[in-house]
Structures are given as structure tokens and as C-alpha cells.
């Protein structure tokens, strides 16, 4: 059974309540009364998890938090941390992992480890800057990333990627009162081809990735 960090996105979030909305154009609402129930259960089948924000713990053998100089690695539920990657990143995103493997998506690019984080390697060519994802497919040979460039998809693990929605086509968040600036939550819907974005719950926008 694989295990997995999946189609996670839960972004950087407001202290409080917001009223922040979305601006997604060529993007089509979705008439649901509840984003992030869907949005888990698109995902429900797929071998992809909601981690919590800061620390995720891999098939138990470690717990990883990120900040702004790299990720950092506790394998005694957090008494004590070491880095294991000197890296960049854009948001305080979780590792993700699937089928044995962590990832994590850099600025440097999308690092990955085979020994439950204790090592890492940026996989050459694969996207800079990311922002969200790695999002599994129907194994870990097909993944979306999205960084500042826009919606990138590998179907051979990450040797090869290619920019399938560019950065002006992706939700931009629209701030109707004085809080913070919400950035958007995603899933994937592999099977049908459609990226679903929302925004603390307000509201549901889906783009079919065929088009």
C-alpha cells in the first residue's frame, strides 16, 4: 500500500476569518457548498494525504519541518532537529511522501529522498521555485508541480516536465478586507485531468488540464 503526502496544499493561512476570494479566469466555478470537504473528497481514492502545515511524519520514522534555510529532520518526535537539506523555499510547504519516497518543492528545484529524509537530491531539470506539489498521479511516474512559472507535469518521474498552464492562467487571490493577502489551496483530479483551486473555503474554481 502506498503511502502518500497527496494532493495536499494547505497554504499559508490568515490568523483570523478572511474574506479573501479568488480571481480565475478561464477557470470554471464549482456550485458545491463546502471547497475543502471536496476538495478531500476528489482525493479520497488516491494514495495522496492532507498533512498538517509545518511537520509531516512519513510511515512514522521521522517528522519534517521546512523553514527558510532548508528542511529540517527529528526522529525523536522533535526533542531534537537536524538539517538534513540546505535549500530555499516560497512557501512553508510540507514534504510529501509516496511509495516509500519524500519530496519537497525548492527553490533550487524538487528535491527527493529514498531514506526517509536522512539524504536528499535535487532531481536535475525538474522546476524551479516551486509553490505547491509535488500532486501524484496513478504512481509516481506522473506528478504535477506548480511554481512561479506556472503548472508543470512530468509522466517519467521527473526526468523530463512540461509547462502545461502558465503562471497568468493560475488563481490569483483578491483581498476584500484588511487581512492577509490568502494564497490558493489545489487538488488534482488525475483520472478526470482537472485542477481544482479554492481559497479558505471561498469558493470552488476547477480547470480541465485537457484543454
Not at 75 to 90: F, H, I, K, P, S
Not at 146 to 151: A, C, F
Not at 188 to 206: E, H, N, P
Request: aromatic content about 8%; charged content about 25%.
Amino acid at each position: 500500500m502506498k503511502s502518500s503526502t497527496r494532493a495536499e496544499n494547505m497554504a499559508p493561512c490568515a490568523t483570523r476569518a478572511s474574506t479573501a476570494r479568488l480571481c480565475c479566469a478561464n477557470w470554471r466555478p464549482c456550485a458545491e457548498s463546502s471547497p475543502r470537504r471536496r476538495l478531500r473528497q476528489i482525493m479520497a481514492s488516491q494514495t495522496i494525504a492532507l498533512p498538517s502545515r509545518n511537520a509531516l511524519p512519513p510511515e512514522g520514522k521521522g517528522i519534517y519541518k521546512p523553514n527558510e534555510s532548508g528542511i529540517f529532520r527529528s526522529t525523536d518526535n522533535g526533542a531534537t532537529w537536524q538539517r538534513v537539506l540546505e535549500c530555499g523555499m516560497n512557501q512553508k510547504m510540507c514534504p510529501k511522501t509516496y511509495d516509500g519516497r519524500v519530496y519537497y518543492p525548492a527553490l533550487e528545484g524538487l528535491a527527493v529522498s529514498s531514506d526517509n529524509g536522512a539524504t536528499w537530491k535535487i532531481l536535475e531539470g525538474s522546476p524551479k521555485e516551486g509553490l505547491y506539489g509535488p500532486f501524484f498521479g496513478e504512481s509516481d511516474q506522473t506528478m504535477l508541480l506548480i511554481s512561479k512559472e506556472g503548472v508543470h507535469k512530468t509522466t517519467d518521474g521527473g526526468k523530463t516536465w512540461n509547462l502545461i498552464l502558465k503562471r497568468e492562467d493560475l488563481p490569483r487571490p483578491v483581498t476584500e478586507s484588511n487581512y492577509k493577502e490568502l494564497m490558493p489551496n489545489f487538488a488534482w483530479d488525475w483520472k478526470r485531468g482537472i485542477l481544482y483551486a479554492t481559497s479558505q473555503g471561498v469558493g470552488l474554481f476547477k480547470r480541465d488540464l485537457k484543454d
